[in-house]
């Protein structure tokens, strides 16, 4: 069983940035991509950015494309969110996960995390 533990989220003004980590446990993590998506309240789940297991791969949806870097560390088993230039419509809670398959589906991924708030305002 693969858990994955989010942290770093938080509130911050337009134009700020944040990084969010995603600590994963359990051996069926190894090999896996992982992915960051995030829901903002009456809206539903959306991708925000996946990478493979070794970092060959990255992709990102297009509102965050260029502000918002994906990245993981292998070695301590924790994945990375880079938010820069943040607008108030990243608010929402930002989910880890992980999976085989990878890309940017909600079914690729059988492993999630609990999510951390991200709030932007002045």
């Known amino acids: 069983q693969v858990q994955l533990v989010e942290s770093g989220g938080g509130l911050v003004q337009p134009g700020d940035s944040l990084r969010l980590s995603c600590a994963a446990s359990g051996r069926p993590f190894s090999g896996s991509a992982m992915a960051w998506f995030r829901q903002a309240p009456g809206k539903e789940r959306e991708f925000v950015a996946t990478i493979s297991w070794y970092s060959d791969y990255t992709y990102y949806a297009e509102p965050v494309r260029g502000r918002f870097t994906i990245s993981r560390d292998n070695a301590k088993n924790t994945g990375y969110l880079q938010m820069n230039s943040l607008k108030p419509e990243d608010t929402a809670i930002y989910y880890c996960?992980?999976?085989?398959?990878?890309?940017?589906?909600?079914?690729?991924?059988?492993?999630w995390g609990q999510g951390t708030q991200v709030t932007v305002s002045s």
């Open positions: 996960a992980a999976g085989r398959i990878g890309g940017p589906g909600v079914r690729s991924y059988n492993y």
